[in-house]
């Protein structure tokens, strides 16, 4: 991959334009009418998940929510690069990876609600729960390439990072072993440009992407507010990993539009200046003029995709609030993958002082403080 870390690749002008860009319009040559159309169903279905997460925990149903809105075509495009047996190692605000990775949407909310420990099976779409251990999943996604590799599979995993969290350790650690092992990893860095309340340069005087080629890793910086920009990058990234050549690294340049989490209020922090900039390059508006350029659309298209994303929201909704709490009794379930002493003596205990037993809760197991 060459040095584009002072030019962004970008396919997509904000006016909806196409632009000039031979490589990596190749890259995307099969990109037709309707999966542009598709991609833009997705962008507007996971914008409105977003929606009704905000809105839930405003009301009182979540106790919690990582909003994504402006990150959709970083989060849509690179979805769509992927393979249905590649894996993804998320962190905590990918619920539009997890839309398009086919993720029930009645299922988004469960972690966030506090009924369960996951939101969805991992194993059914091939991809991880919401992580909250900022950069972890930097090693993650690097140790399962690695055993994959040894295990004789051509798949690749992503693990998907902000600014912020590259600063971590894990992710540096996470870089000099892919490096080293030629693990078959994608590094995908969605800078937002501000990691809770401070903003990229302090996290990097230099373009992060950067960081990658001190490991010998090839990088890429993308325009993260183009879909198809986006997914040209990804599906190149991707084919190297599946075809033996090894980590990559690409950092998409978009914009958290919204809060950090609900718990965040940026009108603190963040200049509104620099807010109403960025929404002039919204991702969702971008493509819509692309569309409208192409004659791609019309309004019983506009209609189907606002029905669609409408139901889609009432069932993210309606799921959430009619969430059962759990039994007492499940705290233990899942905590470890065989079963554990130590689990099983304070399943045990508390089972016991949930019935009033003094005598079996009273006293504490051997080597519980």
Not at 336 to 364: F, K, V
Request: proline share 7%; aromatic share 8%.
């Amino acid at each position: 991959m060459p040095d584009r870390s002072v030019y962004p690749v970008q396919l997509i002008q904000p006016d909806g334009r196409r632009v000039l860009d031979r490589e990596h319009a190749a890259l995307v040559a099969d990109v037709g009418p309707e999966q542009l159309r598709r991609m833009y169903e997705d962008m507007v279905v996971a914008r409105r998940i977003d929606a009704e997460g905000t809105a839930l925990q405003r009301q009182g149903q979540l106790g919690l929510w990582a909003p994504l809105l402006g990150q959709e075509a970083a989060q849509v495009g690179s979805a769509h690069a992927l393979h249905a047996d590649d894996y993804v190692f998320c962190s905590y605000r990918e619920a539009g990876v997890a839309y398009v990775r086919g993720v029930d949407p009645s299922e988004i909310t469960r972690l966030w609600r506090g009924v369960a420990h996951y939101c969805w099976d991992p194993n059914a779409v091939n991809m991880t729960n919401p992580n909250i251990i900022v950069g972890s999943q930097g090693l993650h996604a690097t140790g399962y390439a690695y055993a994959a590799h040894l295990d004789g599979a051509e798949i690749a995993t992503i693990a998907y990072f902000g600014d912020g969290g590259s600063s971590q350790g894990d992710i540096a650690e996470a870089l000099g072993f892919a490096a080293s092992w030629s693990a078959p990893v994608v590094f995908f860095c969605q800078n937002n440009h501000w990691a809770i309340s401070e903003p990229v340069r302090v996290q990097s005087q230099t373009p992060i992407v950067r960081r990658a080629y001190g490991y010998g890793i090839p990088g890429v910086q993308v325009d993260g507010n183009d879909v198809l920009a986006v997914l040209a990058v990804t599906r190149e990234a991707v084919a190297r990993a599946r075809n033996g050549g090894g980590p990559s690294f690409v950092e998409a340049l978009t914009y958290r539009m919204g809060p950090h989490t609900t718990a965040d209020d940026p009108t603190r922090y963040r200049p509104s200046a620099e807010l109403e900039e960025w929404s002039r390059r919204d991702p969702i508006d971008r493509l819509h003029r692309l569309l409208e350029r192409e004659s791609l659309l019309d309004p019983e298209f506009e209609a189907r995709v606002k029905a669609h994303a409408d139901e889609v929201g009432h069932r993210v909704r309606t799921a959430t609030i009619e969430m059962p709490d759990p039994a007492p009794m499940d705290l233990f379930d899942h905590v470890y993958a065989t079963p554990h002493a130590l689990i099983t003596e304070q399943r045990r205990e508390y089972a016991a002082y949930l019935a009033g037993d003094p005598s079996e809760s009273a006293a504490p197991s051997e080597g519980v403080p």
